[in-house]
């Protein structure tokens, strides 16, 4: 497959309510969108990285650098080193990408918007469905809610309850030192049979042990990254220390990390972000390897467009992602998303799309009235 262009398009959207993490708070989101193209078939890719570098080191203006100035140069060396005239990049499978992109250290964010660009448009050209290219085997995939932090618990537990309303298969809530112990006991006792979780977004230390042991009591079926976001040796320390399951959220970006994080015992679960670990053929391995180890793993989220929520959507119909994600539908986050249909839940449950490709058309005109700036990369010559 011949890859004819590249399109960044950098979006400015509003989201249906502001989210509050140990982080910040966020009301806009602002990502890039990438276009590859080849002949009358396009395909998309979404940059999950924040405006500045919160969460991880990866930002969306150092993404536009990267895939500018690393990433389309990177992928026209490689084409050429496997014999392809100068400029042009041509391809056999969309794991090449991931391949041709390793010699470059991190960027994952960057790299998995021009990598899951190019799955779509591959699984287009071989009349397939993304989650059919990825190995999917699951028909409908379970759906969780990540609540961000509320100023008080009574505005947090309306926003529960209006969640187990809504069908939620399980409910993630930020933690935060001085939201975390007293809070999720309030939500528990108003809510003693629904699956929860707490995610602190790296905002501990193993100084607040005393803190993880209580936890323990409230029966919630994970923590999300407790501790510092590239660490996982505490983080062992801890889940030998606790029955909650840590997850690991911020620390894996990599196969690689994964299974050093599973050789330590660091957690019992990972949550796999296509962004964070660089693409979908490096989900893929993680994937493969939580299976061969026996851990539970789930599809997390970044605020997602339609674009990367239906790229979550595929790789989360892989058999290893075992338990509800954090993959809400399109109206949960936009007024209107970009894409047609919107991504819908029935009974927590979202259905895999079976039509080519991402399996949900992006909205050109929409897609325009969100972008502020738009460059293009011609590959045909
Ligand atoms: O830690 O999982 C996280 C959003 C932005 C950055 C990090 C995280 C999150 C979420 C929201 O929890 C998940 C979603 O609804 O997309
Ligand atoms: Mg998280």
């Known amino acids: 497959m011949r890859i004819e262009s590249i399109t960044v398009r950098r979006l400015?959207?509003?989201?249906?309510?502001?989210?509050?993490t140990s982080f910040g708070t966020q009301t806009h989101r602002d990502l890039l969108i990438v276009e590859a193209r080849s002949g009358a078939h396009s395909g998309y890719g979404e940059c999950v990285a924040m405006a500045a570098p919160f969460y991880s080191?990866?930002?969306?203006?150092?993404?536009?650098?990267?895939?500018?100035?690393?990433?389309?140069?990177?992928?026209?060396n490689w084409s050429r080193q496997q014999g392809t005239?100068?400029?042009?990049?041509?391809?056999?499978?969309?794991?090449?990408?991931?391949?041709a992109f390793a010699s470059l250290k991190r960027n994952n964010m960057a790299k998995s918007a021009v990598e899951g660009a190019v799955w779509d448009l591959w699984a287009k050209q071989q009349g397939i469905s993304?989650?059919?290219?990825?190995?999917?085997?699951?028909?409908?995939?379970?759906?969780?809610?990540?609540?961000?932090?509320?100023?008080?618990?009574?505005?947090?537990?309306?926003?529960?309850?209006?969640?187990?309303?809504?069908?939620?298969?399980?409910?993630?809530?930020?933690?935060?030192?001085?939201?975390?112990?007293?809070?999720?006991?309030?939500?528990?006792?108003?809510?003693?049979?629904?699956?929860?979780?707490?995610?602190a977004n790296s905002a501990y230390t193993l100084a607040d042990l005393e803190l993880f042991r209580a936890l323990d009591g409230l029966d919630l079926m994970m923590i999300e990254q407790p501790l510092a976001h590239d660490d996982i040796v505490d983080h062992r320390h801890l889940q030998a220390a606790i029955r909650t399951p840590v997850c690991l959220d911020e620390s894996i970006h990599s196969a690689e990390d994964a299974r050093k994080a599973i050789e330590l015992g660091s957690g019992r679960i990972i949550n796999i972000k296509i962004g964070r670990v660089g693409g979908l053929a490096e989900s893929q391995k993680i994937e493969a390897l939580c299976r061969e180890h026996g851990l539970d793993a789930w599809c997390g989220g970044m605020l997602e467009t339609g674009v990367g929520r239906a790229h979550n959507v595929a790789i989360a119909s892989l058999a290893g992602f075992t338990l509800p994600g954090d993959t809400a539908p399109s109206a949960r986050y936009w007024a209107q998303d970009i894409i047609e249909p919107e991504v819908v839940m029935d009974a927590g449950l979202i259905t895999v799309p079976t039509a080519l490709g991402l399996g949900y058309s992006v909205v050109a005109s929409r897609l325009d009235g969100h972008t502020t700036h738009s460059v293009s990369y011609d590959l045909t010559s």
Request: some cysteine; charged content about 25%.
């Open 12 to 20: 400015t959207m509003e989201m249906m309510s502001a989210f509050t």
């Open 57 to 76: 080191e990866e930002a969306t203006s150092t993404c536009a650098v990267a895939i500018e100035e690393y990433l389309v140069p990177r992928l026209q």
């Open 85 to 99: 005239p100068d400029g042009v990049v041509v391809i056999d499978h969309p794991r090449q990408i991931s391949e």
């Open 130 to 199: 993304l989650a059919e290219a990825l190995g999917g085997t699951r028909k409908q995939i379970q759906v969780g809610l990540s609540i961000g932090i509320k100023s008080t618990d009574a505005e947090l537990i309306e926003t529960v309850g209006a969640a187990v309303d809504a069908g939620y298969r399980r409910i993630k809530i930020k933690i935060a030192p001085g939201r975390d112990l007293e809070m999720l006991r309030a939500v528990r006792a108003e809510f003693p049979d629904t699956p929860i979780m707490a995610d």
